[in-house]
Structure formats: structure tokens, C-alpha cells
């Protein structure tokens, strides 16, 4: 059983436009989030994390997690072409452990 | 300048071969760790080490050795290669527990 799962597996979206993406984890316990970029060739990098209810926002990048409902998502706002990646939300266990999700390619069209 | 080294960048084997992956973090961590990515699963953990020690290993796997020989230093050694084995392998490292971990560039690995 997958600890996360992430939707879309792919999305596409204009340039200057709104990016949604989503991630449902089976874990109660759970408290802890990040999300991750990784683009072509290269290690993912972290975005952001998020471990309260709620809205965190950093910059463009707005994440939301409701653990009532298990859910934790990723908004993305004015998408520029080089947002084009994939984008990882992870679990976090209580021993540093990522759990990751399958990933949702993201594309930016110009 | 890198931080996290990864070393080689690419590696071709052959089934039933041996092989050792480098890590090095120039970051002062204490914790790192390894993943793997492959087109057939998303990045999967695999060990986690603190200061030195295992902390969690997640691979079902005794062909996969990780070996700390400093602070800053975790390799990875596979034996037995199978194809199967074919991923992209990641080196991470954190300062501590529930930290941003900080990836490598990864080392690709072909098994033929």
C-alpha cells in the first residue's frame, strides 16, 4: 500500500497560469509534509514544508494541509516555463524518512 | 561548488558484478541517507544514517551495503547486480531529523 498518493500524474498549464497539484496520505500520524522539485537530470530539491493546518505560502508557491482529510496540495501561481518539472510531495516520518509520492509532471507552455 | 558529491555519474554493469557508489556531503551534516528512482517507482528510500549509525534501512535487500567510513561519507555497495537494480541512485543529507534533506545529482546505474 502506497503511503502517498499524488494526482495528476501530468498537468499543463499556460504560462502565467494557476498550477494545482494534489496529494492524499493514509498515515494519521502523519505530521509532517514537504514538496520537491526535481527537474531533468538533477536531485530533487525542496519547495517548501508544511506541518500545520492550513495555508503556508512562499512566494509564488502556496501550500495547504488538512489532516482531517488527509490532503495536502501544492499551488503554483503566475507559472513561469521554467516551473516545467516534476513535483514530489513527501511524507515525513518521525525518523526523517521521505515517504515520496509517484510525482506529477508539470509543463508550462509559453 | 557542490556540495554533495555523487560519484560516478554514470555506471554501466553486468548481472552478478559488484559495485561501490560515492557520496560525500560538504554541507556539515549529520544525517544522510540514499534513495532510488526508477521509471517503474517513484523515489523510494532505501537507509538513513546519524552520525555515523544506521538509523533505518527500508531495503528488503542484503545485497545493498551502505558504509560510513567518515562523518561525511556514505557509499553505497551493491553485489549481485540484477537488472532489475537499474536506477538512478540518490545520496541525501540533512543537519538533523525533520530538516530539509538536500539531494545529490544522483548516479545513474545500468545493469546488463
Known amino acids: 500500500q502506497q503511503k502517498v498518493q499524488q494526482s495528476p500524474e501530468s498537468l499543463i498549464v499556460p504560462e502565467g497560469g494557476m498550477a494545482s497539484l494534489n496529494c492524499t496520505f493514509s498515515?494519521?500520524?502523519?505530521?509532517y509534509f514537504w514538496w520537491y522539485r526535481q527537474h531533468s537530470g538533477e536531485g530533487p530539491k525542496a519547495l517548501m514544508?508544511?506541518?500545520?493546518?492550513g495555508d503556508k505560502k512562499e512566494g509564488r508557491f502556496t501550500a495547504h494541509l488538512n489532516k482531517a482529510s488527509l490532503h495536502v496540495s501544492l499551488h503554483i501561481k503566475d507559472s513561469q516555463p521554467s516551473d516545467s518539472a516534476l513535483y514530489f510531495c513527501a511524507d515525513m516520518s518521525n525518523y526523517n524518512v521521505l515517504y515520496f509520492g509517484s510525482g506529477t509532471k508539470l509543463t508550462v507552455e509559453p | 561548488d557542490p556540495k554533495i558529491i555523487q560519484k560516478p555519474k554514470y555506471l554501466v554493469a553486468v548481472t552478478g558484478s559488484e559495485k561501490i557508489l560515492i557520496c560525500e556531503q560538504y554541507?556539515?551534516?549529520?544525517?544522510m541517507y540514499w534513495y532510488r528512482q526508477s521509471a517503474k517507482k517513484p523515489l523510494e528510500f532505501m537507509f538513513s544514517y546519524s552520525y555515523q549509525k544506521l538509523m533505518d534501512n527500508q531495503t528488503a535487500s542484503s545485497r545493498f551495503q551502505p558504509q560510513s567510513s567518515k562523518k561525511n561519507h556514505l557509499d553505497l555497495q551493491i553485489t549481485a547486480l540484477k537488472p532489475d537494480d537499474s536506477a538512478t541512485y540518490f545520496c541525501?543529507?540533512?543537519?538533523?531529523?525533520?530538516?530539509?534533506?538536500?539531494f545529490g545529482p544522483g548516479t545513474r546505474l545500468t545493469v546488463l
Open positions: 554541507l556539515g551534516h549529520n544525517a
Open positions: 498515515d494519521r500520524n502523519s505530521q
Open positions: 541525501a543529507s540533512s543537519q538533523d531529523r525533520q530538516a530539509e534533506q538536500f
Open positions: 514544508s508544511i506541518f500545520s493546518n
